[in-house]
């Protein structure tokens, strides 16, 4: 007979190695988890409610909102405030961070940073989407008022890190340091189940993943490491395959399962990148390097490593097998990049 091991099961036997987090990490996760499952819900009868589509407004990148954006930064936003163990969150939909007023949130020893809801604009055509989250513990006093200080940390102080994805099945991948591990959604009786546990990416992948669409506007070592790719060569397994989705998390999941790398570089139209450092680059680069993988912003330069300036900054990042992007490390180092 198999034995399923639940999400809920899994964080309490994993307990003993955050002997500092007293049950508040699993209070954290239940939060997460139950905030999935109503987007699971919601997203998988897209089709028949009004739920797709523009909201009407820009968020703060600029960028137009998707109704299901904003349903999603709601739903996380409540089910984070309601255990106490969360100070406040910051979104990449909420222009400023937000505290968490009540008595009991003033306790809380956690900030969380979120994409409540990445790749959104694909929801009308029935691609996947994901959800991207990060949490740290507080640097100021626990009983005082959460402030910027607590967000603005580099993103080796993470203590937890993870995605869901929003696929033909729905998986909540994440990792507190200690290995990553992939949870898949059964919707029937209502449980993530553990479906992927110790999640390793291979050191060499066939796959990299840009928007080709963009090259005229790439670093000359962001090109040459394309035609680097495409290039036949039978001991490194080369031509690479091209896959692209548009959506970070989706593109991420199949590169951690499979082996590849994935490449958001700075551009002409973006010069510091597109990607939100705190809320995609460094939750990534988190789970990459626990999968045993490698994430750069730029020749030799460790995502992990940058000290944030902004809520919002953005951020290049290439990330995925340790060979491939050690690889186009020597490219855009010697070409830039």
Known sequence: MEIIKTLGEFIIDRQMEYPHASGELSSLFSSIRLAAKILHREINKAGLADITGAAGDDNVQGEEQQKLDVYANERFKNALAQRGVVCG?????????????????????????????????????????????????????????????????????????????????????????????????????????????NLQIPADGTIYSINEGNYVHFPEGVKKYIKYCQEEDAETKRPYTSRYIGSLVSDFHRNLIKGGIYLYPTSSRYPNGKLRLLYECNPMAFLIEQAGGKALAGPGQRVLDIEPTSLHQRCPLFLGSMNMVDRLDQFITEFGG
């Open 89 to 197: 969150i910051a979104s990449e939909e909420e222009e400023e961070f937000v505290k968490f007023q009540e008595t009991k949130n003033r306790e809380g020893k956690y900030v969380v940073l979120i994409d409540p809801l990445d790749g959104s604009s694909n929801i009308d055509v029935n691609v996947s989407v994901g959800t991207i989250f990060s949490i740290y513990r507080r640097v100021s006093p626990v009983g005082t008022q959460v402030t910027e200080a607590d967000f603005l940390q580099p993103g080796h102080a993470q203590i937890a890190a993870g995605y869901v994805v929003y696929g033909s099945s729905t998986m909540l991948v994440y990792s507190t340091g200690n290995g990553v591990n992939g949870f898949t959604y059964d919707p029937t009786i209502g449980v993530f189940c553990l479906s992927h546990p």
